[in-house]
């Protein structure tokens, strides 16, 4: 049965499909093909869904997106670790307050000091600090963390920040032990979560087991949970059909796969939803020459965004600017207004003509291109757009020659700006410009691998952040979005989309439709065999 799930108004189907009349059953165990090795088990050290997905179900957060719900928003934030919250009259105190009794997988009681521990490292406040720290600049806002007893904990922010909430909900936010070094987080991660961590085999699984003393009574229902690394998406996908695991890695299965795989495995539930990550261009602008403002608009005036998506997903991925577009995106511009932007002509060879005109006055032509190699992270989804990219950057007299990363090193590569052009996707933890723009924009962030740096555009996203009517507030993000195109600080290509597809024996999951990073802790599912 395929869904094509393409906003977010099937909640109510996703419901009842997930939640059925049937009573649970306890034991099993969920197989989940792994698409390549994760970097690392610590979440807050990465930055990719190959960490987050097996390892959410390890931890809790304060709170969390409602996991029985299709589209992360404010309204469907639930608690977790914390049993409430408030806002003091200035909005800038948000004190929450902790479940008591929750134990640490080793045993050990959960307090507000692990709290205060886990915010102390994301701002570098504690000597046992991350070795990588991707998301640190969501907490520039947070002045400091203060306990109020063990079962306490304010935040407290320099100024209002409307989307300081839903930070905390993200699948990228678990709350980590004060006793547990970060350095043996990465390999043996000790959380509070539905599922105990046994171990991480590189190059083969990730597996985890139920948490008998899980603080949620009668949860999880499932013994067990193993994710197998299969790095050829072919074998993985015919293992899938073969019935050899009962869920896809989460978006793994591209449109033009579908039609095959659902004729060979028709009973197979599949929900084609957004990503959420949007293919990028990235180009080092410290580099010569791309320190050249002129070859940076060549390579993007090349760009046939249209020729991207009825390549690579049969028409059905998006043409969008920086945030998810409509109609899932809550911040995603109409596309009247997007047509605007520099660089979204309909009209590509008039682009291209342009470009190549820039390329020709700085000496480049058909017989003497500008040679370049163009970096990207070696698995499918970045690999496939990055040869559509090679192939249309010669309309403007570039040639260029693929460069493939391993995914154990890619994010620190291009945070080191060991690159000169690439391929990237990017990933949004949070439907929210706060999380998009700071990581991605800001001059200081650690993810904003090609060094824009526009002062303006930083004063515009803190104004914007501040801002708590929603409707001035896209008017903001709409201007950010326009001075990012016309600026090409890292051109967007397309937000794509694709299927994750489970069999009808697993019960209890629904698939998020505007987030890929938030849907996966699994204390609700069971299987039905």
């Known amino acids: 049965m395929v869904r094509l799930l393409f906003s977010g108004l099937a909640f109510a189907l996703a419901a009842s499909l997930a939640f059925p009349a049937a009573a649970q059953k306890q034991g099993g165990t969920l197989r989940i093909y792994q698409r390549d ?30 996991q029985s719900a299709s589209l992360d928003t404010p309204e469907s934030i639930v608690p977790d670790l914390a049993e409430s ?45 991350f070795r990588k720290n991707p998301r640190a600049v969501w907490w520039q ?12 904990v304010t935040f407290v922010l320099s100024r209002r920040q409307p989307s300081f909430l839903s930070l905390f909900a993200s699948g990228y936010t678990p709350v980590y032990p004060c006793h547990v070094s970060a350095k043996d987080m990465r390999t043996h991660p000790v959380g509070t979560g539905p599922f105990k961590f046994v171990e991480l085999r590189r190059g083969e699984s990730v597996k985890l087991v139920r948490n008998d003393d899980y603080w949620k ?30 869920m896809t890695f989460p978006t793994d299965v591209t449109i033009p796969l579908l039609k095959d795989l659902t004729s060979q495995a028709p009973t197979a539930v599949c929900e084609v939803v957004p990503r959420y990550v949007a293919s990028n261009l990235i180009v080092n602008r410290e580099l010569a020459p791309f320190n050249d403002p002129k ?33 899932e995106g809550a911040w995603g511009m109409p596309p009247e207004v997007l047509q605007t932007l520099p660089g979204y002509s309909a009209d590509v060879e008039k682009s291209r003509a342009e470009g190549r005109t820039i390329m020709g006055g700085l000496g480049y032509s058909e017989t003497k291109p500008l040679k370049v190699k163009v970096s990207t992270r070696n698995i499918p989804t970045y690999r496939d757009p990055a040869a559509i990219l090679i192939d249309q950057l010669k309309s403007v007299y570039i040639e260029a020659e693929l460069e493939l990363i391993d995914t154990s090193i890619w994010q620190a590569k291009v945070t080191r700006k060991e690159y000169s052009v690439g391929l990237n996707n990017t990933g949004i933890g949070v439907d929210d410009p706060d999380v998009n723009l700071y990581e991605n924009y800001s001059c200081n ?7 824009y740096c526009n002062k303006e555009v930083d004063a515009l996203i803190d104004k914007q952040s501040q801002e708590l009517d929603t409707a001035k507030r896209k008017e903001l993000v709409w201007n950010i979005e326009r001075k990012l195109a016309e600026d090409l600080a890292r051109p967007i290509i397309f937000h794509d989309r694709a299927a994750t597809c489970w069999y009808p024996r697993i019960k209890g999951f629904v698939l998020h439709h505007n987030g890929i990073y938030s849907n996966w802790r699994f204390e609700d599912v069971w299987l039905d065999r």
């Open 217 to 246: 009574k009668a949860r999880p229902y499932l013994d067990a949970i193993e994710w197998r690394v299969i790095d050829n998406r072919s074998t993985r996908i015919l293992a899938f059909v073969a019935g050899e695991f009962d």
């Open 85 to 129: 919250w408030s806002w003091d009259a200035s909005n800038t105190r948000l004190t929450f307050k902790l479940r008591q009794g929750v134990k640490w997988h080793d045993g050990k009681l959960f307090t507000a000091k692990d709290v205060q521990c886990t915010w102390n490292k994301l701002t570098g406040k504690d000597a046992d600090d």
């Open 141 to 152: 806002n947070l002045k400091e963390v203060i306990t109020n007893g063990d079962y306490e």
């Open 445 to 451: 962030s650690e993810r904003n691998y090609t060094q």
């Open 295 to 327: 070859i940076r608009r060549a390579m993007a005036l090349s760009l046939d965004r249209k020729a991207f998506i009825d390549i690579l997903s049969s028409g059905k991925a998006d043409i969008g600017g920086v945030m998810l577009p409509l109609p």
């Open 37 to 66: 090795n994760p970097p690392s088990a610590s979440i807050h050290e990465e930055a990719t869904i190959s960490t987050v997905a097996p390892f959410m179900a390890v931890f809790n957060n304060l709170v969390v997106f409602d």
